[in-house]
Each structure stands twice: as structure tokens, then as C-alpha cells.
């Protein structure tokens, strides 16, 4: 029952974020119809253009046209190219994925072994130097170490040249180089976040009851960490990483514009740019449906995981 219900609110919630996208982007001044025409088109042009891309419908049902073809699979027609906009997407989703997943991965190289470093040697100069590290690393928003990352990788030692993408056609090795920066931006907030709450998690199973009868039967804290708590203690963790999923997306494509990287964000900000509104909705929906589905499934990951979860 409490998962019918949670799907429900799942529905509840894309709908009204299917509403504030449509709505917002209506309801603001300005007229798609100069951007495509120009500032020179007559009223009858206007008009006739108006007509053909449905601008001159009630709001309600221009917003039921959409919806209905959105859940079809049909997000329109961008108003700028004159192609579908879901044909439009495809061609620039791989690189936003790509950047997404290598941030997944750097996320758990980069945390797993911190945080259990710190909960190891807790209250050490080492797990200190990791809180202070994790504090600041954590306040900077990752398109500020963008920048960082580019001046100082791309400007000052040159590993790669800054606003110089490399396609995968140029080879898989040069690809994946070009494309770790731009991941460790997206990445290293979020490793801090996973630090953090790894070494919490650990710290918390340690005190169990558990792992007392563990230290009698004359485990040490190095065994009795590997052999009985990093099992629970990954619990929260591996939820909040599915969770992370979505908002690594998210983070890809705001970190798109500093590195410019041709995915979805510099897609966004052009659209916007140009009001070119049905491919502006469409990401829109798309990553906020994201979302809201990797924390539903995080929610029953955490259920299945944690069997004092389960309903009886």
C-alpha cells in the first residue's frame, strides 16, 4: 500500500512539474514568433505563424496538446531547427550521459576509500584534514571548480585545451581525457557529501551491539569494519548515490557551459537564448522526471536493502 501510494505521489509530482514548465515559459514576455521572423515581419506573418505552431490556442489547450503528445513521445517541434525536438535531443544526449556516468565513478573511487580512511582512524590528524578538506570542497558549487579546473589544468599546465571539445571520434583515449575534468567538477562535491556520510554511517555501526560481540570473539576494529559493519553501513550510502544519479545529470549540465561541452546544457541555454521553448520544456521534464523516478527507486533500493524497512 505504501509503495502504491508513493507511486502515486511519483505521478502527482511529474504532472505538476509538466504544469510549472508549460506555464512559465508561456506566460513570460516575448514572442517566439520575432525570434524566428525577426523584428521586420508583418502582422499577417505573425499571425499565419502564430497559427501554425498552435500559439494562438487557449492556454489549457495548448498545454493538453503537448501533454498528451509528450507522453506519446512527441515533445514538438523545436521552433528554431523545424525538427522534432526528441530528434534534437539524441543528438546531443551522449555527452551529457557520459559526463554523468564518469562522475558516478569518480564519485565512488574517489569517496569510498576517504570516508573509510577517516571512520579508521577517526579523531586522527588524517580524518581531521578529511573534515576540513570535505567542509570547504562541499560549500564550492562544482561549476566554481569548473573554473577552477580550467584555469589551472587548462590555462596554467595545459593538459587540455579549454573550449576545445574532443569527440569521441578522435579517439576513445582523448575523449575520456578531455572529458575528466568537466566529471571531477561535477564529482568532487558530491564525494565530499559521500566522505561525510560513509565515515558517519561507519562510525554509527561501530557502536552497535553487534560489533561489541564481534571485538570479544577477538576481532580487531580493522576486521570487524571489513567483516560485519561496511555491509550496513553502505545502506544510506548506496541510496543516496541512486539518488545522486539524477542530480549528477543536472550538475553535467551546468558544467557543460564552462567546458563547452555540446550536451543538453548548452542546448538549454541556447533554447532559452532563442525561445525556443518546446526544447527548453522537454529538458525540463525530462531531468526533473529524472529526478523524482531515481528517488522512488532509491526509496525501495533502501526498503529491499534494510529488511526493518519492510512492511509486515
Known sequence: MKLLKRLALLLVTLLLVTVLAFVAFSIIPGDPTDTILGLD?????????RGQLGLDLPLWQRYWNWLSGFVTGDMGVSYNFGIPVADLLVTRVAPTLTLAAF???LIVLISFPLGLLAARFENSWLDRALTVLNQITMSVPN????VGLVFFFGLVLQWFRPGGYVSPDKGLGAYL???FFPSLAVALPKSAMVVKMLRGSVLDELDADYVRTAYSRGNTRTSA????VLRNAMIPVVTFLATTI??????SIVVEQIFSIPGLGQML????????????QAIIVLVAALVVLCNFLADILYRVMDPRLKEG
Open 41 to 49: 515581419a508583418t502582422a499577417e506573418q505573425i499571425a499565419a505563424l
Open 103 to 105: 562522475s558516478f565513478v
Open 143 to 146: 561549476f566554481v571548480v569548473g
Open 177 to 179: 581525457w578531455f572529458m
Open 225 to 228: 569494519l571489513w567483516r560485519h
Open 246 to 251: 539524477a542530480e549528477l545529470v543536472a550538475g
Open 269 to 280: 541555454i541556447s533554447s532559452i537564448n532563442n525561445r525556443d521553448y518546446p526544447v527548453v
